[in-house]
C-alpha cells in the first residue's frame, strides 16, 4: 500500500495532466459539455485508466468509464464530470473523478474482490445547451431524447447533430447493474470551511425551479414623461426582485433559497424609460412545500405589481427538478466510516444540482463534500487542497471495504 504522500502525489499527478486542458488567458477553464475540450478531458481520463491498466469504455452518450471488473456483476459506480461553465475553475467535478481513479488504484493495490467503476459523466453544466446533467439524465433514463433533442448549444449547434456527428444515441440502453452511486464533489459553499470540517456527508439535493420572467411596460422619453404616466419596467423589476428576496428569507428556515442571477433591460439607454426587463429566477430548496409556497408567492407578487404599476408580467417555466433525498444506509455508514477514520465530518444538504441527482431516482446514491476556498466555484479562484480531496477519498474507500 503506498503511503499518503504518495498518494497525494498521485492526486497531483493526475490532476495536473487535465490542468491545461481548456485554459483560457483569464486563468480559469472553459470545457463546455460535448465541446472538443470536454472531449480532451475525457480522452485524457480514458488514458489515466489505462495506463493504470484498468478497462476502459465509453457509452452510448460518450460519458467514460475506468473499471476494474466489466463482467456483468453489479458494481459500484464512483463519478462526477469534466465539463466546466465560461471561464470556471478546476476542481468542480474533476475533484470527484480523480478521488474515483485513487480509490480503484488502492482496491487494485489491497487486492480487494470488489468491482468498482469510475464514471465521467458528459455535459453536466447547463452552460452549454442551458440543461443540466444530460450525460448522466440520458442514461438514468432522468431525460430524454424529447427533453434534450431541440437543445441548441452556445455556438448554435443542435444536440442531435452533435449526437449524430459523434455516433451517440439520444435513446440509449438504461444503465444496469448499478449497485450504489456514491460522488465526491467540492463542497461550492463555504459551510465546512467556516466550521474547519473536513468532509459534508450530504442529506439531500436541493431542487432548483427556474422561471424566465418578462415584464413589460412602456418604453418612452425620459425627459417628456411625467412620473405619474410611466409604466417603467426596470422599477417594477427591481420590486419583484426585492420582494422575492423576502420570499427567499421568510423561507430560509426551511432552508430554501431564491435568487435572480439574470437581468436584460431594454433598451438600456439613457433617456429612455426602461420597457422591456427579462429576469431569470432560480428558486431551490429541500423541501417541496417550501417550494411551493415561494412559487405561489411569486406569483401573487407579479399580479400586484401589474396592477400597481400598469406593467405586464409573464412568467415561464425553464426548468425544475424536485429535491432528491440520498441513501440514509449510505449517509449512516459514511459517519461511522469518518468517525472510523477520525476524519471531522457534518451532515449537509447539498445546494447546487449534481450528477448524483439523476443515479438517486435508480439506484442508493451518497455524496461526500470537501471543502473549497471561501466556497468560491464557477470561477477561475476555485481551490481545494489535495489533501481534502484523499480524505473524502479515504471516506468512500472505508466504505466500500465495509460493503464487502
Ligand atoms: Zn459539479
Not at 160 to 179: Q, T
Request: hydrophobic share 35%; charged share 25%; with cysteine.
Amino acid at each position: 500500500m503506498a503511503s499518503k504522500r504518495e498518494d497525494v502525489e498521485y492526486l497531483e499527478y493526475i490532476f495536473s495532466k487535465f490542468y491545461d486542458i481548456g485554459a483560457n488567458s483569464y486563468g480559469g477553464v472553459t470545457r463546455l459539455g460535448y465541446s472538443k475540450v470536454e472531449d480532451e478531458m475525457h480522452d485524457m481520463f480514458k488514458d489515466l485508466g489505462e495506463n493504470e491498466g484498468f478497462d476502459t469504455y465509453i457509452d452510448e452518450v460518450g460519458n467514460t468509464y475506468v473499471a476494474n471488473d466489466i463482467s456483468d456483476k453489479k458494481y459500484y459506480l464512483i463519478g462526477s464530470h469534466l465539463d466546466s461553465v465560461v471561464n470556471g475553475g478546476r476542481y468542480d467535478g474533476v475533484a470527484g473523478v480523480i478521488a474515483g481513479l485513487l480509490i480503484l488504484k488502492w482496491a487494485k493495490d489491497d487486492n480487494l474482490d470488489i468491482s468498482i467503476r469510475v464514471g465521467a459523466f458528459r455535459c453536466e453544466e447547463s452552460s452549454n445547451f442551458g440543461k443540466c446533467t444530460i450525460g448522466s439524465g440520458l442514461i438514468t433514463g432522468e431525460l430524454t431524447k424529447g427533453d434534450v433533442g431541440g437543445l441548441v448549444s452556445k455556438t448554435g449547434k443542435y444536440i442531435r447533430e452533435v449526437f449524430n456527428n459523434k455516433g451517440y444515441n439520444l435513446s440509449p440502453k438504461k444503465i444496469e447493474n448499478i449497485k450504489q452511486y456514491l460522488e465526491l464533489h467540492i463542497e461550492q459553499g463555504k459551510v465546512l470551511e467556516e466550521y474547519g470540517i473536513k468532509v459534508g456527508i450530504v442529506s439531500d439535493i436541493a431542487g432548483p425551479r427556474r422561471f424566465d420572467v418578462s415584464i413589460l411596460g412602456e418604453a418612452e422619453h425620459s425627459g417628456a414623461t411625467p412620473m405619474d404616466m410611466r409604466q417603467d419596467a426596470l422599477c417594477a423589476a427591481s420590486e419583484f426582485i426585492l420582494e422575492l428576496e423576502k420570499l427567499g428569507r421568510q423561507e430560509s428556515y426551511r432552508k430554501s433559497v431564491t435568487t435572480v442571477g439574470v437581468i436584460n433591460n431594454g433598451p438600456n439607454v439613457l433617456n429612455v424609460i426602461p420597457g422591456e426587463v427579462n429576469l431569470g429566477v432560480d428558486i431551490r430548496g429541500i423541501d417541496i412545500d417550501s417550494l411551493d409556497v415561494i412559487e405561489k408567492g411569486m406569483k401573487s407578487l407579479a399580479k400586484e405589481i401589474c396592477e400597481k404599476r400598469n406593467v405586464n408580467i409573464f412568467i415561464q417555466d425553464s426548468g425544475r427538478f424536485d429535491p432528491v433525498k440520498m441513501s440514509s444506509y449510505m449517509q449512516k455508514k459514511l459517519i461511522e466510516c469518518s468517525d472510523k477514520l477520525k476524519i471531522s465530518h457534518k451532515v449537509m444538504p447539498s445546494g447546487a444540482g449534481h450528477d448524483a441527482m439523476a443515479f438517486s431516482k435508480i439506484c442508493d446514491t451518497a455524496m461526500v463534500f470537501i471543502p473549497c476556498y471561501r466556497g468560491i466555484s464557477h470561477n477561475k479562484s476555485e481551490f481545494s487542497s489535495l489533501l481534502s480531496i484523499y480524505d473524502g477519498a479515504k471516506v468512500i474507500y472505508e466504505y466500500l471495504k465495509g460493503e464487502m
